[in-house]
């Protein structure tokens, strides 16, 4: 692969960390959506209407930052955008986002509620979706990993350390893989990379 830049269309300091572990620091450039709106995923229970919408969301991200960049004249390189959700099955089969806690005192409780009602001995997805725009054209791809934490019991016996070390504020799920949160984990199916932000493997593929 050989590419002058790659502009990363993105506030997360993860995700730059995770796209200079294949691409030189220097060809990747910043460039974060101006309109930090995005739409939601309520009322959406439907696993493929889920993916829609988070293929909707970064395209959005990545028209935005076409707009920017192209105010300058001709784009060049590429333009990467990325959105990552976690999502859980309810026991009537349909599908939930759970987003970032709230941001108020009340995010503990939200993290305890999540943690040992949806995460406990059970298995979650994390998809990213992922949108790359190179000579005008856009690709868009979805990369989903399947993460199951350990046992109720285990999960309850260190969760309120957990919640005390507050790495669930500001995480999607309500923890970091990456982080102290990578204890309650038991299994990973898929790509590591994706759960951390950033689905390395299909980034090589989309760039290739």
């Given at each position: 692969m050989t590419f002058e830049k790659i502009i990363l269309g993105s506030?997360?300091?993860?995700?730059?960390?995770?796209?200079?572990?294949?691409?030189?620091?220097?060809?990747?450039e910043i460039i974060?959506?101006?309109?930090?709106e995005e739409a939601g995923f309520d009322r959406l229970c439907d696993l493929d209407a889920i993916q829609q919408r988070l293929i909707s969301i970064?395209?959005?991200?990545?028209?935005?930052?076409f707009?920017?960049?192209?105010?300058?004249?001709?784009?060049?390189?590429?333009?990467l955008t990325a959105d990552t959700i976690v999502?859980?099955?309810?026991?009537?089969?349909?599908?939930?986002?759970?987003?970032q806690p709230p941001a108020g005192p009340e995010w503990k409780q939200t993290v305890r509620d999540?943690?040992?009602?949806?995460?406990a001995g059970k298995t979650h997805r994390v998809i990213t979706g992922l949108c790359v725009r190179e000579a005008g054209q856009l690709r868009t791809e979805i990369s989903q990993t399947?993460?199951?934490?350990h046992d109720r019991d285990y999960v309850h016996r260190h969760l309120e350390?957990?919640?005390?070390?507050?790495?669930?504020?500001?995480?999607?799920?309500?923890?970091?893989?990456?982080?102290?949160?990578?204890?309650?984990?038991?299994?990973?199916?898929?790509?590591?990379?994706?759960?951390?932000?950033?689905?390395?493997?299909?980034?090589?593929r989309l760039l290739n």
């Open positions: 506030r997360s300091p993860r995700r730059k960390e995770l796209l200079s572990q294949i691409i030189p620091e220097a060809s990747i974060p959506p101006l309109n930090s970064c395209t959005t991200k990545n028209n935005d930052v707009q920017q960049v192209n105010q300058g004249g001709t784009v060049t390189g590429l333009i999502v859980i099955q309810r026991q009537d089969s349909s599908y939930l986002v759970l987003g999540w943690f040992l009602e949806d995460f399947f993460v199951t934490f350390w957990y919640l005390s070390l507050e790495e669930s504020v500001g995480k999607a799920g309500g923890y970091a893989v990456q982080g102290a949160g990578s204890i309650f984990v038991s299994r990973i199916e898929g790509s590591l990379s994706n759960v951390v932000g950033l689905p390395l493997e299909n980034i090589l």
